[in-house]
Each structure stands twice: as structure tokens, then as C-alpha cells.
């Protein structure tokens, strides 16, 4: 039987349909696993759970963020309090980005058997790097293109104090009271400081948070069906 994995993550409660590597994943399940009487508890079942809950945590605060653009008001009360909902969605869709690298960096680990620490079970550990290739270049070789993704997915997490800076730096390039669109903006570079954002803020590339969305969706589609692809061989 099918194990319905993707069923116990927010796809469940999205409109937003699965992803057919995923749905084909479960019937690679159906088949191998069909006699297993712990087949929910089996470990290529966690992976493939773990990794698409993590893709439908990004899914679900993409919608919030684009959702927050929806709440129409002549309320300047209301423009600043979607500036702050699309703030904190924005932070709740980067963790997701993030944890969802995470789960498909110790899925590779697990399956692999690679021999390094929980805390090296991440694509930003050369360790990690250096052992997948030792013990599966060949899987090494189809993962190796997406490290400078995965590097641009980490910086900004770690850089959101200035990415998303306070609301006062907006103000400060479009007058005190901003307008609804210009105050969801972040900035898409975090190499400068807070105080220089507020005093010099022309000098920011300022961007939509959905852009980072519509940017980084089909890579981490793809990573998800590179994943699945290596959780049905090895199971």
C-alpha cells in the first residue's frame, strides 16, 4: 500500500498541488515495500517525509507573503502592518529554505552511510562534500552545480539583521510615510551596514520578498527530485 507521506506535511492544508516526483516516489514505496509490516516507520519513508515537509514548510509561507499582498487597505495603519506580517513570513520562509536544505543534506548522509558528524550533515560542510565524493562521486557529480545555490539559500538567514533591516531605513528613501508597496520591500545584498542603509538607502537594491521565491523555486524542485530520485534507488 501507499505510505502517503506528503499527506502528513502542509500540502495537506494547501491548494498547492504535490509534486509528482513525490506521488512517484510513493508508488516506488507501493511496490518495494508493500510486504513491510513497519513500512511507515522505514527509514527511506522518514526521508522522503521529512524532505517533502520542509518543501511544503516553503510552499505554505510563500503563500502567507503573497497572501499579505491581497489585504487591500486606504489605512496607512494597515500598509505598516503588512510591512511587519510580510517581515516576519519572510523570516519564517527563509528557515524553511534553509531546513529544507538540511534534510536533503542528511538524507544523502544516511542513505550514503558517509562517515561524519550530525553536525556535518549539511551542504555548507566541506566535510560533507569531501566524503560524498569519496564514497559516491557519481551522486557527488549531480549535486556538486548547486553549491552556489545553497550558499546564496545560507547567507540570508544569516545576514537577515541587514537584509531586513528596520522599517525607519524604508522611510528614510521614500519619505515618512511610504508607501504600501515600497515598505515590503528587504534588501537583496547584506553587505552593508545599518547605519550607512539608513543614511545612504539609494545605494540598496531593494527587492519584492517574492522575487526570492520565484527565484529559488524550481532549483529547490529540482534538489527535492534529485533527492527522491536517490531515495528510491537506494531503497
Not at 507573503?65 to 502592518?81: A, G, I, T, Y
Amino acid at each position: 500500500m501507499k505510505t502517503y507521506f506528503y499527506e502528513r506535511t502542509a500540502y495537506k492544508l494547501s491548494s498547492e498541488p504535490v509534486p509528482d516526483f513525490f506521488l512517484r516516489l510513493d508508488e516506488h514505496f507501493e511496490n518495494k515495500l508493500a510486504y513491510d509490516q513497519n513500512v511507515y516507520a522505514h527509514p527511506s519513508v522518514l526521508l522522503a517525509e521529512s524532505v517533502c515537509g520542509r518543501m511544503a514548510d516553503v510552499e505554505m509561507y510563500a503563500f502567507l507573503l503573497e497572501d499579505v499582498r491581497k489585504r487591500n487597505s486606504l489605512q496607512r495603519s494597515e500598509d505598516e502592518k503588512a510591512a511587519v506580517l510580510t517581515r516576519s513570513f519572510l523570516l519564517g520562509f527563509l528557515a524553511a529554505a534553509k531546513a529544507l536544505l538540511d534534510s536533503c543534506a542528511v538524507t544523502l548522509a544516511l542513505l550514503y552511510q558517509l562517515p561524519i558528524n550530525r553536525s556535518d550533515r549539511t551542504f555548507s560542510s566541506g566535510d560533507f562534500w569531501h566524503q560524498l565524493v569519496l564514497i559516491a562521486p557519481a551522486v557527488h557529480r549531480r549535486y556538486h552545480p548547486l553549491r552556489l545555490f545553497f550558499s546564496e539559500v545560507g547567507r540570508w538567514p544569516a545576514e537577515t539583521v541587514y537584509r531586513i533591516p528596520p522599517l525607519v531605513v524604508l522611510q528614510g528613501q521614500y519619505g515618512h510615510l511610504p508607501g504600501r508597496e515600497a515598505q515590503l520591500k528587504v534588501a537583496d545584498d547584506g553587505s552593508m551596514e545599518l547605519p550607512q542603509m539608513a543614511k545612504d538607502p539609494y545605494r540598496v537594491n531593494w527587492i519584492d520578498p517574492l522575487e526570492l521565491y520565484t527565484r529559488w523555486k524550481p532549483r529547490l524542485l529540482a534538489l527535492c527530485e534529485k533527492v527522491c530520485q536517490d531515495i528510491e534507488a537506494m531503497t
